[in-house]
Every structure is written in structure tokens, then in C-alpha cells.
């Protein structure tokens, strides 16, 4: 794995576990954290032929699912696309909105 892909897959871990979390104090950690991730990817974007942003993702997804969070998930069943929900362009664009983020992961995700 290359050092774009684990930047991307970072901030998009951040982004997934904000949106599966019950409490609203961890959500708003995370939420912070993946703003932080973000802005440091806008700053230096990853060339686009580097980072294969499915690939970024299921990695995402894997690191959300880490069994010490799994207590914690408590806003949906986590079953995600496995296609990325967000383009590396929209990450690194300069008005990505976290919140909404959250909420597209939070309602894009099938629940039991």
C-alpha cells in the first residue's frame, strides 16, 4: 500500500465510524478528526492515479469495523456500499462538508 492510499483511507475511516457511532460526544471526535484528515489531504491532494478510491474505501470500512468500536455502532447495521460513496475530487475539494458526509455514509448504509 502507498502513503496516498493511507491518507485517504484514514480520513475516510474517520467519516464512517462518525456516522456509526451512537454518542453524540465520540461522533463529533471522529467528525473532527476526519475535518483534520481532510484539510491536510486538500493541502497536499494524492495524484489521482495513486489512489484508487474503492480500494481506499473497503479499507475504510475494514478499520471502522474494529472490534473495540463494534460496542459503540449503534446508529445502523453496518452494511456499506462497497463502492466509494465520495470521489478523491470531493475530498480534497476545498467546501467538502463533513456533516453531510456523515449523513450520506449514516443513510446509505443498509440497516437490519
Not at 495524484?47 to 463494534?70: F, K, S
Amino acid at each position: 500500500m502507498n502513503a496516498s492510499v493511507d491518507r485517504v483511507r484514514d480520513a475516510l475511516a474517520e467519516l464512517i465510524k462518525a456516522a456509526l457511532v451512537s454518542d453524540d460526544g465520540r461522533s463529533l471526535a471522529f467528525r473532527q478528526a476526519a475535518a483534520e484528515k481532510l484539510a491536510a489531504l486538500a493541502a497536499d491532494p494524492p495524484q489521482a492515479d495513486a489512489v484508487r478510491i474503492d480500494g481506499a474505501w473497503t479499507l475504510a470500512v475494514r478499520a471502522a469495523e474494529a472490534p473495540e468500536l463494534q460496542p459503540e455502532e449503534g446508529q445502523v447495521n453496518l452494511t456499506l456500499p462497497r463502492a466509494a460513496l465520495f470521489s478523491l475530487e470531493d475530498l480534497t475539494s476545498e467546501g467538502f462538508d463533513v456533516d453531510a458526509a456523515v449523513e450520506t455514509i449514516r443513510k446509505s448504509a443498509s440497516t437490519g
